[in-house]
């Protein structure tokens, strides 16, 4: 440095070269080319960013789709459109997602408990003494659901998995707060009820005898 | 002077020749029509299948009918093979931008690795149609044409339950652990078997939807889990890699296998008792879709779905007889 200083001409570039090393950290200081994140906090952002399907479906749950069971189609109107063409019916009131070989409905209906064997709940429509739904208690699967309600759009969403998730957190909440409502043992034959829920049928030429329900909402009258 | 830049006129020599080289090499590549039928269907318009691998009869099977029903349709359609390799793909899309393609069907190779090369497309506004696979984003191409793989599964998950009971060991063996197919079927498959607690997993690895891996890795892992009741496979090509090592093992007759797609030599097998179902999707319903809707856009449609599931069929003993030739009879 010494050296340097005592060059006497030589000392304008060098403070020159000073001048600009200065500039450059000032310019790095607030701007710099590489950004250190604390691993934790960069592990909080990409979960935060990370979709959330049990809240989704959460608020899905006590918003839109319960929202929706008061504009469901009445069991009564799908049965009979059954009864008259099982493919007229799908294109009248059943929501398809893509090229699939099912249909989906959301119906509500009240009626009466007539048996509860095995987990299986059959209850008979008001006016009716025969068993036209079923429900079935413990796990439950599919996309009777989600699909049935016809409120959310494959399209929505960045990927499928996201998509899917949300009918596993649906069908959970399903198991969760509904099913402890029918697994009460007061719930016992003879009780009437209200119910709104999705069904799932497979295209076929003759209508179901019963039709498995997937309830949303299931209230004692 | 001149010797001076001799260096300079030189290498701009040799980058000029390697220029039109690449370019001649880029009109050929993926191609079979001689330069007589170039001239002859100057112009007609031209459509590329973009497949992420040939070694497979499935995805053959999708680019071919993805081939056939271009043509059908009028165009002229050439397939291309990524070999499950991104940065082939990535040269096939480089090819097919610069030789103006007018429209691109596409079975990608991975979920997030492939949406950069649909992008290229979308640039240089030829549209890109998905088929199969899924991408990670809805703003790139057109429209995809996707198995309901979760759902498949799902089913499939159910039917293994009730095969296996609630309570026996199995593995698992998972495809390309890039590709949204894998997952969906993995998780699709775990939503209903995770229920049942006694069903353990006892090893999950990756045979990259390939049936010769699949070979080798069901045989390592027999060695260390000999009691197993059953192999879910994420694929037909995996599950009859899995069978021949069972075969080999002389475990075929009580070890259980499952797989997904509805591969021809799997459908045969599950007729004959040997493996106990798949799902089938459908590869023809798949690539007809895409090609015909491409025809759409070709002529004006803009109005697309950005998804489009298909649904995934499970194929049993009971119901076998419907099935056959990647599809129902």
Redesign the interface.
Known sequence: MSSLLSQGPLSIPFVRWVAAALCLAVLLYFVPLVHFTPLQQAQDKIAQAKFDAVKYADDFWHGPLLAETENALKIEELISALQASPKKAAERYGKR??????SSYFIRGTGTIISKQDDVISIALTNSDSAKVVIELG?V???AIRDGSGLLD??QF????EF??I??EINMKVEQLVFPVLDDPEMLPGTVLRFAGGIELPDADTAPLKLNLIPVVVARL | MIIKRFPLVLLSLFLGLSAVLAGCERGEQGSTATSAEESTTAKQKRVAVVISTLNNPWFVVLAETARDRAQELGYKATIFDSQNNPAKESEHYDNIVSSGYDAILFNPTD?DGSIANVRKAKTADIPVFCMDR?L???DVAVSQ??S????GT?AL??YFVKQVGKKGKYIELLGLVGD?NT??RS??FH??VD?FPELEMVAQQSADFDRAKALEVTESLLQSNPDIDAVFAGNDAMAMGAYQALVASGKSDTVKVFGFDGADDVVKLIAEGKITATGMQ?PK?MAK?AAESADAYIKGKRDF???????V?LVTQENVSNYGDYGRN
């Open positions: 997602l893509g090229l699939s070989s099912s796990p699967f599919g996309n494959i399209s960045s990927n499928t998995q899917n998730a009918s596993s | 979920a899924e990670n984003a809805n044409i996707l309901d793989n979760y759902s799902v998950g159910q949204n997952w969906n998780k699709g939503s209903v229920r459908f319903v879709t779905p950005q998804k489009t599931p298909v649904a069929e």
